[in-house]
């Protein structure tokens, strides 16, 4: 903990320029965010899949936590947010130094400049030491590789995922955060994603889905019939999600500020909303509203609000949540059932719709709502509005189109390249024992000992028949074969 003498004399605990309160909240909103993948996500995954996945579910999340976290700080934070290399991916090093990380936060270069040389916007920097903004920005790319284990639980290799993990922070998403963030080429020309509905979101949903198709489905007999083992245990893995991201999308100014306040509210108002026009379409299609589909109208509403959340006002954060909770519920509930296309990918819990298709959509929904004073809050660029607003709004929507074409074409192509790589090494898909018995086979643990002391699975004991029969009644029967002949319970 001691200090050298020579930085004790050069740097107060308390520098002229740290902001208390900011730091505090800053390091309270990557608290808020990393307690969504750990335990937010373990939990949920662990309990939203059948029984004899649950550890292996959990556990992917789990590895991907704590393997982001050692990439980062050794070489991917500043890929994200260093110096430039190219136009969009910073240079690679450690930032792992005291005189480092002790020092002011430096954010990208803010300053445009007008043809006569005038500077239009001045730096904004935050008052808040380098440690507090390299964990903060290390709980998004974690959060993002589990969001991407959601669509190949369930069958891939634990190996193949181990060496998936650090490949895919590195090659794919470093590049989004600083082509959108850290001072590259679209930050620069002024493309808006507030918290990450593209670099987090809709990368997340095409990687997901890019992977589930290299990766090859479920066993037919787990994608007919995936029944989640606990879901009173899954909604309070949603319950960290929701209150979670709080800190996910209030942490984005950078500031305990105005921005990050409408920020927070924004974002549980289109979570609400979302999650209410969701369960009403069950309701009024099915006959019977899901508590497996409300947790997908929250997600949903939480993923959509990202990209906007502090530059609209509260009454688009009401219009988002409505479109929130029926396109993308229309996408996973009525659409995916009928083609033949997205069948053939078996998404184990649908991240291409609860987050490709709700980031996509909050991506170009800020592009029309982005109001012209919020947006001067927080944005590099002055005079950013969206469409809806008039003047060169217009302008500002065709480029948050531009901005996702690239997010979706990077992630098609470099997660296609990784995983071509690793099967070159390791076998993508666990063995048909494996895939047959699951927790105990993969890992020599199960997640409820319900078979007594040292008693081994037994197929004809503890198959999945019987266990479908008694648990058929537990879950709605929208979600039991959902739309991709069980593709289910999506999340």
């Not at 007008?114 to 974690?142: D, R, W």
Request: glycine share 10%; aromatic share 12%; proline share 5%.
């Amino acid at each position: 903990m001691t200090t050298p003498i020579a930085y004790q004399e050069q740097l107060p605990a308390v520098p002229g320029w740290l902001n208390k309160g900011d730091n505090a909240w800053q390091m309270t909103a990557a608290t808020l965010v990393g307690l969504q993948s750990m335990p937010g996500l373990v939990i949920l995954y662990g309990s939203i899949v059948k029984k004899k996945w649950a550890v292996n579910s959990a556990f992917m999340a789990l590895y991907a936590f704590a393997a982001v976290l050692i990439c980062w700080v050794l070489v991917c934070y500043r890929m994200a947010f260093g110096d430039k290399l190219l136009p969009f991916w910073g240079k690679g090093a450690p930032a792992l130094s005291q005189h480092y990380l002790v020092h002011q936060a430096a954010v990208p270069e803010t300053a445009h400049h007008h043809h006569n040389g005038s500077i239009e916007t001045p730096m904004n920097q935050p008052f808040y030491p380098m440690a507090s903004l390299v964990y903060f920005q290390f709980t998004f790319a974690a959060i993002t590789l589990i969001l991407i284990a959601g669509s190949v639980l369930a069958r891939m290799n634990i190996k193949a995922w181990m060496a998936f993990v650090p490949l895919w922070l590195i090659f794919s998403y470093t590049v989004g955060a600083f082509s959108l963030w850290g001072g590259g080429f679209l930050y620069h020309w002024g493309v808006i994603d507030f918290s990450g509905g593209y670099v987090i979101h809709l990368s997340s949903g095409i990687a997901g889905y890019t992977a589930a198709y290299w990766v090859g489905p479920r066993l037919k007999s787990d994608r007919e019939r995936f029944p989640p083992n606990n879901v009173l245990l899954m909604l309070a893995g949603a319950g960290l999600l929701w209150m979670g991201w709080s800190g996910f999308n209030g942490g984005a100014p950078y500031a305990a500020n105005i921005d990050s306040s409408i920020a927070v509210l924004n974002t549980n108002i289109c979570a609400a909303t979302s999650l209410l026009i969701w369960t009403s379409l069950d309701v009024v299609y099915f006959g019977k509203p899901s508590v497996i589909g409300a947790v997908q109208g929250m997600m949903t509403g939480l993923v959509c609000i990202t990209p906007g959340a502090g530059v609209v006002q509260s009454w688009a954060a009401i219009v988002m949540g409505i479109l929130s909770g029926s396109i993308p519920w229309f996408t996973m509930m009525i659409l995916h059932r009928k083609s033949t296309l997205l069948q053939k990918v078996d998404d184990t819990l649908g991240v291409l719709h609860t987050h490709a298709v709700a980031g996509l959509l909050g991506g170009v929904l800020t592009g029309l709502l982005a109001e012209p004073v919020l947006s001067n809050l927080v944005l590099p660029k002055t005079g950013s509005r969206g469409a809806f607003y008039g003047k060169q709004g217009g302008m500002q929507l065709i480029k948050q189109v531009v901005a996702a074409l690239f997010v979706i074409g990077w992630n098609i192509v470099s997660t296609t390249v990784i995983l071509l790589a690793i099967q070159l090494f390791i076998p993508l898909r666990m063995s048909e024992e494996q895939l047959t018995i699951g927790d105990d086979a993969v890992h020599g643990e199960e997640a409820y000992a319900l078979w007594g002391d040292g008693e081994k699975y037994d197929a004809i004991k503890h198959g999945h028949v019987s266990s479908y029969t008694h648990h058929k009644e537990s879950v709605p029967s929208q979600y039991i074969n959902g739309p991709a002949r069980g593709v289910t319970i999506q999340l």
